[in-house]
């Protein structure tokens, strides 16, 4: 099928230019332009395909087909950006892709997890009920208060060097307790 090309502006005569002449012709420049606009080389050459199955399908209606493909790629361009912007990606980490059937991240820990960390404090509270009283607080002043170890000296009236040695001891027995029940490896 062909497309009807002016020859002159005066006699308004027309001749019929082959759409593989034009293709030819004109592939190569209105990919460079619709790579510009859009900066994705497959998405650039599937508009300029659409463009010239479109011309080829309105031939007959076409008075200038370099100016009506340029202008039929700039459209098709835009509406594709258009049509992109809405899309919001679900990439979360920066590009790597997940697997397809990946679950979203929602940052709460499974009914599972959560069960074990439950029982995980409960064996450390009985644990800690198995400490002496002085390892007790000692391990409750470094754990739950915060406290430097010149702190809890200062607190106990005990020598650094020995808050260190006793927290160390309670320590080493309250994970061989956690280690029996399965808790730690």
């Not at 099928?1 to 034009?22: K, N, W, Y």
């Not at 039929?72 to 258009?82: D, E, G, Y």
């Not at 940052?107 to 002085?134: C, Q, T, Y």
């Amino acid at each position: 099928m062909g497309v009807a090309e002016p020859v002159s502006a005066s006699d308004g005569a027309l001749r019929t230019q082959s759409i593989e002449v034009l293709f030819g012709a004109l592939e190569a420049p209105l990919l460079r332009y619709a790579r510009c606009l859009l900066s994705d080389d497959n998405v650039a050459e599937e508009i300029v395909q659409e463009a010239f199955v479109r011309l080829h399908g309105q031939s007959d209606g076409v008075r200038d087909p370099r100016s009506w493909l340029f202008r039929t790629v700039h459209n098709l361009a835009l509406n594709h950006r258009r049509k992109t912007a809405r899309i919001v990606p679900l990439e979360q980490d920066g590009g790597a892709r997940s697997s397809p059937m990946a679950e979203p991240v929602d940052g709460h820990p499974s009914p599972d997890e959560e069960l074990m960390r439950i029982e995980g404090i409960g064996f450390v509270r009985l644990g800690l009920e198995g400490l002496d009283a002085r390892s007790r607080e000692l391990i409750m002043l470094k754990f739950y208060d915060g406290l430097s170890y010149k702190e809890i000296s200062a607190r106990t009236g005990l020598s650094v060097g020995h808050v260190g040695y006793l927290l160390h001891h309670a320590l080493k027995k309250l994970t061989a307790d956690l280690v029996r029940a399965g808790l730690v490896q």
